[in-house]
């Protein structure tokens, strides 16, 4: 293999900031600044700074040769003898600062002066004629060779013909080319050279590597310490097979299997490379269990629906087959649930599920009734480009009062999900969107009171701007066809309202009205947001935002209700946290709401 090139990058290396004496030089001497003066060196009381000027010279030159002079962590009260030391030996570090970048004969001019007050040091910087890479041998030999990651970094090499040399670039790539053979088991790799041959009458440079790989180890005996599951189970999490090609991403990726699964407290995978046995890697997995069993209780505030309590089970073992079965209880004057739900992991357990559950739903807001009684079959698939799909099978009974309807319904819905997020951060993202779409229906012919399909999409995108800012935008989509709306259940309805709808209103309280002026649900729901939100500092924040929508029956009796509001954010112990003061812009049944709301953005 041999080739060339890649863009330009230069490191960007921290300037000091320039400052002035202290004292001026026609200051008297009198008083305790006059002692101070005169009892320091140059005067100074620790607060002034040197003035260090370097002209001629711009953007990477200029920053490396601030970060080679010694010169610069000098204060004003060094000793004039290290002052003029360190003046001294500036052109030999200029000089390799600039040899880094590729500039082999700069010319230097400089000045140094001393007064009452501090010190001054001029350096006037001709960098001359830089040095040209004029040509590149770089080869791989050895089972790399025809490895496909090696051929992928050498497309990318960040050296190529014609370009400034750069002996940063150079090293980092060499570095790269290490770092790549260790991570796929090239254990005996080296260079059998590695040279920048410069001619510095010509201005040019000749780069040679020869990176000599040897054999690819593989993967040997894996043994794994643990008692607390099934062998075979705990072998899905592992993505290798003994004999394998050796590599430490399947590794890391074994690590964060069994941390996802959660059965394990610790785990430590140790590759016994200095054991290895006809180029075979023993690897040993040690696995301490995580306690069985565990109970969590809550107290809080919910603005939607008011005081919450809350008690949750988890048997994180159920069997030696890894099984689990969760259970919590939420009680709330607006939502009250008790739901059950037993796990059962597939063939790979970290993104393959199937689960049966039963749960009871009590909702009152201040437009419906709702209880709700729910049998479910669920199975979960997570793809590996990152999309979570949940197929679902619910056996409903739920007895519902909406306006002056008194009815209830049985339900058999089969329905699907299909959810994808990108962020760049689990606790601020500055970038990154959400994205969701659902499918589910029932019909009369099958074990169930009323026939609808209904169809919802979601999404929800963060930019980030200058200065610690961002936009958030959220939108919202819904659309039901039924054909006996009275039957069609509370919780099947569409109702707008509240913190993670349209802030300033009242939780669920908008929607198509009947002809007494009571709410009585929609079937369809268009829900827009955009919000900016500023942080002022590292952990506070404010926002402002707006938020508009309708629940409606049909695109000829959409009326958008708007609230707007300012909002403050503090990035707590426990994670983001989001207190939004909104007003309603229509007419509603409170003036205003404060909403309450934790988790990062994109969650």
């Known amino acids: 293999m041999s080739i060339t090139r890649c863009p330009t990058k230069y490191p960007i290396l921290a300037t000091l900031l320039i400052l002035g004496g202290l004292f001026p030089a026609q200051a008297s001497d009198s008083g305790i600044s006059g002692l101070l003066r005169r009892a320091l060196p140059?005067?100074?009381?620790?607060?002034?700074?040197?003035?260090?000027?370097?002209?001629?010279?711009?953007?990477?030159?200029?920053?490396?040769?601030?970060?080679?002079?010694?010169?610069?962590?000098?204060?004003c009260g060094a000793p004039r003898w290290r002052v003029e030391r360190l003046f001294e030996q500036a052109d030999k570090e200029i000089g390799k600062a600039l040899r880094a970048l590729g500039h082999y004969h700069p010319a230097v001019k400089k000045h140094l002066a001393f007064d009452a007050a501090c010190w001054r040091a001029d350096f006037e910087i001709h960098p001359g004629t830089p040095v040209t890479v004029a040509a590149l041998d770089i080869r791989v030999s050895g089972e790399a060779e025809s490895d496909p990651a090696f051929a992928r970094l050498l497309k990318k090499i960040p050296l190529k013909i014609g370009q400034v040399l750069d002996h940063g670039r150079y090293?980092?790539?060499?570095?790269?080319?290490?770092?790549?053979?260790?991570?796929?088991?090239?254990?005996?790799?080296?260079?059998?050279?590695?040279?920048?041959?410069?001619?510095?009458?010509?201005?040019?440079?000749?780069?040679?590597?020869?990176?000599?790989?040897?054999?690819?180890?593989?993967?040997?005996?894996?043994?794994?310490?643990?008692?607390?599951?099934?062998?075979?189970?705990?072998?899905?999490?592992?993505?290798?097979?003994?004999?394998?090609?050796?590599?430490?991403?399947?590794?890391?990726?074994?690590?964060?299997?069994?941390?996802?699964?959660?059965?394990?407290?610790?785990?430590?995978?140790?590759?016994?490379?200095?054991?290895?046995?006809?180029?075979?890697?023993?690897?040993?997995?040690?696995?301490?269990?995580?306690k069985k069993h565990r109970y969590e209780v809550g107290i809080g505030y919910d603005t939607n629906y008011g005081?919450?309590?809350?008690?949750?089970?988890?048997?994180?073992?159920?069997?030696?087959?890894?099984?689990?079965?969760?259970?919590?209880?939420?009680?709330?004057?607006?939502?009250?649930?008790?739901?059950?739900?037993?796990?059962?992991?597939?063939?790979?357990?970290?993104?393959?599920?199937?689960?049966?559950?039963?749960?009871?739903?009590?909702?009152?807001?201040?437009?419906?009734?709702?209880?709700?009684?729910?049998?479910?079959?669920?199975?979960?698939?997570?793809?590996?480009?990152?999309?979570?799909?949940?197929?679902?099978?619910d056996y409903i009974y739920e007895a519902y009062r909406s306006a002056d309807v008194d009815n209830s319904s049985r339900l058999l819905v089969p329905g699907l999900r299909l959810q994808y997020t990108q962020s760049n951060s689990q606790v601020r993202e500055t970038r990154g969107y959400q994205l969701n779409v659902s499918l589910a229906g029932a019909h009369d012919s099958v074990i169930s009171d009323v026939s609808f399909l209904q169809a919802g999409a979601g999404g929800k995108w963060v930019a980030g701007v200058p200065w610690s800012?961002?936009?958030?935008?959220?939108?919202?989509?819904?659309?039901?066809?039924?054909?006996?709306?009275?039957?069609?259940?509370?919780?099947?309805?569409?109702?707008?309202?509240?913190?993670?709808?349209?802030?300033?209103?009242?939780?669920?309280?908008?929607?198509?009205?009947?002809?007494?002026?009571?709410?009585?649900?929609?079937?369809?729901?268009?829900?827009?947001?955009?919000?900016?939100?500023?942080?002022?500092?590292?952990?506070?924040?404010?926002?402002?935002?707006?938020?508009?929508g309708d629940a409606y029956h049909s695109f000829g009796t959409f009326d958008a209700k708007v609230g707007a509001g300012l909002g403050i954010r503090w990035i707590s112990p426990v994670g983001p946290l989001r207190i939004d003061f909104a007003v309603p812009l229509n007419e509603s049944g409170s003036s205003f709401q404060i909403h309450f709301a934790a988790g990062a953005q994109l969650l």
């Open 469 to 548: 800012g961002r936009f958030i935008t959220r939108g919202e989509f819904g659309a039901t066809l039924v054909s006996d709306f009275d039957k069609l259940p509370a919780s099947y309805r569409y109702y707008t309202g509240g913190a993670q709808s349209i802030r300033g209103y009242e939780y669920k309280e908008l929607g198509p009205k009947n002809a007494k002026g009571e709410v009585t649900g929609g079937k369809m729901l268009s829900i827009l947001s955009l919000e900016y939100e500023q942080f002022l500092g590292e952990k506070w924040g404010v926002a402002a935002f707006i938020d508009a």
């Open 42 to 75: 140059f005067g100074v009381t620790g607060s002034a700074k040197p003035a260090i000027k370097i002209s001629g010279i711009t953007g990477p030159l200029h920053d490396n040769v601030r970060a080679f002079l010694s010169l610069i962590k000098e204060p």
């Open 307 to 393: 005081p919450l309590f809350s008690l949750a089970y988890t048997n994180r073992r159920v069997n030696r087959r890894g099984h689990t079965l969760n259970a919590e209880l939420a009680v709330s004057p607006v939502l009250s649930t008790l739901e059950s739900r037993y796990n059962i992991p597939l063939q790979n357990p970290t993104t393959d599920f199937f689960s049966f559950g039963a749960g009871f739903k009590h909702e009152e807001p201040d437009t419906f009734t709702s209880d709700q009684f729910k049998l479910s079959l669920q199975r979960q698939h997570i793809s590996s480009s990152g999309w979570k799909l949940n197929n679902s099978l």
């Open 171 to 290: 090293e980092a790539f060499k570095k790269s080319l290490q770092s790549l053979a260790q991570e796929r088991g090239y254990f005996d790799a080296k260079f059998e050279k590695s040279a920048i041959q410069v001619d510095t009458e010509r201005n040019s440079a000749v780069i040679v590597l020869a990176y000599a790989s040897g054999r690819r180890y593989a993967f040997g005996e894996l043994t794994i310490e643990q008692d607390i599951l099934k062998p075979e189970f705990v072998q899905r999490f592992i993505p290798f097979t003994e004999g394998e090609p050796y590599s430490s991403r399947k590794l890391a990726d074994t690590y964060n299997n069994l941390s996802l699964g959660g059965y394990f407290s610790s785990l430590e995978i140790k590759p016994a490379i200095e054991d290895a046995l006809g180029l075979k890697v023993p690897i040993a997995i040690a696995l301490q269990p995580q």
